[in-house]
């Protein structure tokens, strides 16, 4: 544990202040930052992205960001590689690394980068499949239907611009795959949503090319993995929760989108629109990769459709709306992101290391920046005096202990970690709730399942009907009322 190098990561929803915290940390103890947002890497597009400016770097170095052109992607193994280089580098020189960003399945794959299954039998990085499946492939799938094995015979030639088709019965692609997968592989289909389109397929994918269930591929290399791997992380971790309240956040959020039209927004989508224009060839529009996956492309796709000025003005419009709501709905996508997948991730490491007899790796802190006017207070004098705990290896605090709103989250959300991780993440499809069966109400089996049927939304949906009274009814009421 001595050895480890320590890494500083602050997370949190959009609008937190993580760069802040960033700039600040890094400034007061030597550091550089490591940008870690999927659309930052990108050169340019600075408004639509919500980079940093340069004066608010305050001359603290900032790595990995601004460096790919608009035309390429960038995937999880390249941000390992990159990260990981730079906090060796940084660290030689004895200078601090602070990872700082939204995309937090990269900060999560970082963190946990010694139980990553790295092998090539299960890469999740976008390939071309083989013409021809593994022999043990047919076998697999000779339960299937007829259908069913046409569609899966297909596999090599299915495209992500056709996940969302549907055919006469109005049933969309993505649902036959993932109902194809829950019955060859049941233990991967119960983690992934039907919606998770890439998920689904690839986990298909592995089928056809290993003639495997992924699940029992994962199963076998976690297996043989050494108990100090599976307990212990590659970096010695201090992560910085950054939290903001909902209702806050959501009034900051609307000031951001409206702030980011008089920084030029319309001009970054239209050089976007560009540059789509140029390079693909189909015309389909793929907003689910690179660049487009940006808050504030997608939603003006109807500015660019409009033939006169009034309908652009108002696609216009419509387009910051739709903004605003995609905003507040990426805002709280990464709040349960924190809540549902990394907190449960680092409270089991902590209970694994705890029961080998060696210190946890990661110690996470929740910052509550609610308040920009006490951002001092509660935000960056308790995070100095963590970091300094944690730099010069002394003891650290209660999680809990820095204010009333982190106790209430630590508490709820560690219950909600060890139940999240006791169930391995598997999903509940709430029947009651869903009025699509194609884009279901879907939920973790546990805690997160049980508080979702004592919600008032679900007693909502399964209280009984009240009935009018028949008109018989009433008379029959009037008289008695005449009676008296």
């Not at 030597?30 to 600075?46: E, F, T």
């Not at 799938?141 to 055919?167: C, F, G, R």
């Not at 910052?367 to 935000?379: A, G, H, L, N, P």
């Not at 999903?427 to 009025?435: E, H």
Request: glycine share 4%; hydrophobic share 35%.
């Amino acid at each position: 544990m001595t050895n480890k190098k320590k890494l500083i990561t602050i997370i949190g929803s959009t609008a937190t202040g993580k760069s802040d915290l960033a700039v600040q940390l890094a400034k007061y103890r030597d550091g550089h930052v490591l940008n870690a947002d999927s659309i930052q890497v990108y050169k340019g597009l600075d408004v639509i992205s919500n980079k940093i400016s340069e004066s608010e770097q305050d001359s603290v170095k900032h790595h990995m960001m601004s460096f790919l052109d608009k035309d390429k992607e960038y995937s999880i193994p390249q941000f390992i590689a990159d990260s990981g280089y730079l906090v060796d580098k940084l660290s030689a020189q004895k200078t601090l690394p602070v990872v700082a960003g939204g995309t937090h399945y990269y900060i999560h794959h970082l963190i946990f980068q010694n139980n990553l299954i790295k092998t090539d039998d299960i890469s999740d990085k976008p390939h071309s499949l083989t013409t021809n499946p593994h022999a043990d492939f047919y076998s697999m799938i000779s339960p299937l239907s007829s259908s069913d094995k046409d569609l899966i015979m297909a596999l090599p030639s299915i495209k992500e611009s056709q996940y969302t088709n549907v055919d006469s019965s109005n049933t969309p692609l993505y649902s036959h795959l993932h109902r194809i997968l829950s019955l060859i592989d049941p233990v991967t289909a119960s983690r992934w949503h039907l919606r998770d389109f890439r998920k689904v397929k690839r986990s298909l994918d592995i089928i056809w090319e290993n003639g495997r269930k992924r699940s029992d591929i994962e199963q076998e290399q976690k297996a043989s993995k050494s108990i100090d791997a599976l307990s212990q992380t590659k970096y010695k971790n201090l992560v910085f929760w950054v939290y903001t309240d909902p209702d806050t956040l959501s009034k900051r959020l609307e000031r951001r989108v409206e702030k980011m039209t008089e920084q030029g927004l319309l001009n970054e989508i239209e050089e976007l629109r560009a540059l789509e224009n140029a390079f693909i060839s189909n015309g389909q529009q793929d907003y689910t990769r690179g660049l487009f996956q940006a808050i504030g492309y997608k939603e003006f796709d109807a500015y660019f459709k409009a033939t006169t000025e009034k309908e652009r003005d108002e696609a216009f419009k419509q387009g910051l709306e739709l903004m605003k709501i995609g905003t507040r709905r990426y805002a709280m996508k990464q709040l349960k992101w924190i809540q549902n997948k990394l907190l449960p991730e680092i409270v089991a490491h902590q209970k694994s290391a705890s029961s080998d007899g060696v210190p946890s790796s990661i110690d996470i802190y929740m910052v509550d920046s609610s308040d920009i006017s006490r951002w001092d207070e509660m935000v960056v004098h308790p995070a100095k005096d963590i970091l300094d705990k944690f730099l010069n290896d002394e003891p650290l605090p209660d999680p809990k202990s820095y204010s009333e709103v982190a106790e209430r989250l630590f508490s709820k959300e560690s219950k909600l970690a060890a139940s999240n991780a006791e169930t391995g993440y598997r999903k509940i499809t709430c029947g009651v709730c869903t009025n699509d069966p194609h884009n279901p109400i879907v939920l973790n089996e546990g805690m997160e399942y049980e508080n979702h049927l004592s919600s008032k939304a679900h007693k909502a949906k399964t209280r009984k009907p009240t009935t009018k009274p028949t008109q018989e009814e009433i008379e029959r009421l009037r008289k008695l009322k005449n009676r008296v």
